[in-house]
């Protein structure tokens, strides 16, 4: 909550905005507003995001202390034995135990970044003064949604990713159009280019990738480090526990119990979907197994993603190659939202659907959305999927005119 979805998402916002205002204000009709006289306020942003996560936050506080079955504690937490926690001075048993510690950046592997010095997303959303000048390196999730709020702020951003497109687990057509879309509004970014190297002189700090056998060097007044999470488990004292760990992550099974028989654990902490959602999926089912020992098992088939640039690029299910390697024969649906009377209007036509189904039974296997509020559109898939739908649902269901949604069923048709 501090330090991911809310706080980001409002950040992002605000670049939204700035974005309009600046780039696209005549285009709508607004008059007087000149480019060169718009600036960028970062501390008023941050502070406005502040507010909002503290309401949050304050709001969740008030609903825990509020419910006389839970007893609230504030402070750093450390097993001292499988049935025991120390939080400050208070020692409490635990006959069974959920931990919900999420993750962390990953730590900074790279030779001279660490003596160069770094942020991670933890800092750049706190930042008082905008850099001028800033390198990104990682281009998932957290790398492309900073890279293009800190463009639009106003920073010089270059982003710099190991595989051969922005967002590498999704559907590469569409994230090879949200790639162009960065380089557009002018991120210099960089694909298939390894970090080797970061050196500081003269208080510039200095990235030296490699692209092939090309080595290349970018300057920039900050680091921004985006190159994946670990779980935070560090000083919890899982030695004392028997609690394993399976690479970075916590060791879970399918009931979510860990390798201790009476700890189980959620959300990013066990690596893969690590998003805030998954994790709200996972509670109430380690909660029935811990609690009522009801042997309740998670499914992942439908968990659905978003990466939160505009436009937005957001999932659910197999992209057209893993049904394909999972032996399945398919088709695939496609509509553009550059057809689309609502996307016209909004300024907003780049990007699409692609829908891909069982050629076989015609069940929805996934749907992939770049476009305008994509976050918001997938969810049409989801529900579409949650009981192996079929494309039907969507095809022939009536949707209002004139709306996004209507590239949806338009995808949906084209499978036939």
């Not at 001279?112 to 390196?137: H, M, Q, R, V």
């Not at 985006?226 to 004392?240: M, N």
């Not at 201790?260 to 380690?286: C, E, K, L, Q, V």
Request: with cysteine; hydrophobic share 45%; net charge neutral.
């Amino acid at each position: 909550m501090n330090e991911g979805c809310v706080p980001t998402k409002t950040l992002l916002r605000s670049a939204e905005v700035m974005h309009l205002v600046k780039a696209r204000a005549f285009e709508f009709g607004v008059r007087g507003v000149e480019p060169s006289a718009i600036s960028f306020d970062l501390a008023a942003a941050v502070a406005r995001k502040d507010t909002i996560v503290k309401g949050v936050i304050d709001g969740i506080y008030v609903a825990l202390r509020r419910n006389k079955n839970i007893t609230f504690y504030a402070g750093r937490a450390e097993f001292t034995s499988a049935v025991e926690i120390r939080v400050n001075e208070v020692v409490i048993q635990a006959d069974k135990t959920i931990l919900a510690v999420g993750a962390q950046p990953a730590p900074a592997e790279i030779p001279g970044l660490k003596e160069a010095g770094y942020i991670t997303n933890y800092e750049a959303l706190s930042l008082g003064k905008l850099p001028a000048s800033l390198i990104i390196i990682g281009a998932g999730y957290v790398g492309v949604e900073f890279a293009q709020m800190y463009s639009r702020f106003g920073a010089k951003v270059t982003l710099i990713g190991r595989s051969s497109q922005v967002m590498p687990k999704e559907e590469p057509e569409l994230s090879e159009i949200l790639g162009e879309i960065l380089r557009a509004e002018g991120v210099d970014l960089h694909t298939s280019t390894e970090v080797i190297r970061v050196e500081r002189q003269n208080g510039r700090r200095t990235v030296i990738p490699r692209r092939g056998d090309t080595e290349m060097r970018f300057e920039a007044e900050a680091i921004l480090l985006a190159a994946g999470r670990i779980a935070r488990v560090d000083s919890l004292g899982l030695d004392q526990t028997g609690v394993e760990l399976d690479g970075f992550y916590l060791k879970a099974d399918e009931q979510l119990r860990t390798t201790a028989s009476n700890i189980w654990s959620i959300g990013d902490a066990n690596g893969d979907h690590m998003f805030t959602h998954r994790a709200t999926y996972d509670g109430p089912i380690a909660a029935l197994n811990a609690v009522r020992n009801l042997d309740k098992t998670v499914d992942y088939r439908v968990v659905p993603r978003a990466v939160f640039t505009e436009p937005a690029l957001a999932s659910v299910g197999l992209t057209e190659a893993q049904a394909r390697d999972a032996g399945l024969e398919v088709k695939v649906g496609k509509a553009y939202f550059k057809h689309s009377g609502r996307a016209k209007a909004l300024g907003q036509i780049e990007g699409l659907v692609k829908l891909v189904t069982d050629a076989k039974t015609n069940e929805l296997l996934g749907g992939h959305i770049l476009g305008p509020h994509a976050d918001i559109l997938i969810h049409e898939v989801v529900a579409a999927m949650y009981n192996r739908g079929t494309i039907e649902a969507i095809a022939k269901s009536i949707h209002i005119h004139p709306t996004l949604p209507e590239v949806l069923k338009s995808a949906a048709k084209a499978l036939g």
